[in-house]
Each structure stands twice: as structure tokens, then as C-alpha cells.
């Protein structure tokens, strides 16, 4: 095939493919005619500019499945700059604080990691030592304790029984 189409026209052929494949991946199609190709998008968006004297703001009009615009306050609304920052909830019952304190308690660093701990406290309620064992070897790893990975899986399946089953 290299021999037919000659160095020049099989670098052509590569490059025609390749654009093809692009835009035929992002929605768009090609036509490729000699040296020249046309690229022809398929989607199309709506879009309204609105300016303010401190800054602008391009937003795009939603469309719903038939083409018609989403009414306003069902789509995306612009940024807004956010003056206070609202109070955090931890969003753990007490009974998973519970059981995140005691593991603090006895020498384990759960910073960032309280989800995977509450979710490995609900594994062993569950009589999956498997998952316990594993996270118990992370954990060490980490260097978040010094205890060994048995006796840090012994405390998360102690601590579990008593906070969380």
C-alpha cells in the first residue's frame, strides 16, 4: 500500500484518518478532498452573554430532550463569590463518633480516613475479616499507629462490636 500511494500521499491517508477518527469522536465529521479538509460540527449550543459593570459572564441555555430551552432555575446558575463559610456537620451518627474516638483514643491517627474506618467498623458487623485485616495493614503502612496489623484489626473488630453492631 506504501508503494501505491507513494511516501507524500500515505502521510496524507494517516493524517485524513486520524482527523476523521477525532472529530467523528468528539460529534463532528470530516471530509477530506485532496490536500483540503472540511470539518463539519454536529452540536450546536445557545449561549447568552451577560455583563455587569465589575465583571462578565457567558452562561449556556440548557435544552431539554426536544430542543426546547429549560425554564430559568432549573439549569445551571452562574458563580457567586461565597462571603462565609457555613458550619460543618460532621455527618457521623454518634455511635460512629463513638467508635472513631475510641480508635483515637488508643493511638490511631484517623485524620482523612474516618470514612474508610466507619466503613470497615460496619464490614466487621458484618463478619468480614478480610476487609478488617486489610485496612488494618494500611494503616500500619501508613505509619497512623504502632501496633501491629493484628492487633490494630483486633481493636477495629473490639471497637466495632461495641460502638456500631
Known sequence: MRRALGARGFGALCVSTLLYATLTACGGSATVEGDKATVTPTT????????????????????????AAVPPGDGDRPAREVETVPDQATGYSPAEEAFLEQLRENGLNIEGVEDQLTATGFSVCSNDMITRDAVAGQLVEQRRTDMDPAALGQLLTDTARANLC
Open 44 to 67: 450546536t449550543t445557545a449561549t447568552s452573554t451577560t455583563a455587569t459593570a465589575a465583571t462578565s459572564a457567558t452562561t449556556t441555555t440548557p435544552r431539554a430532550s426536544g430542543g
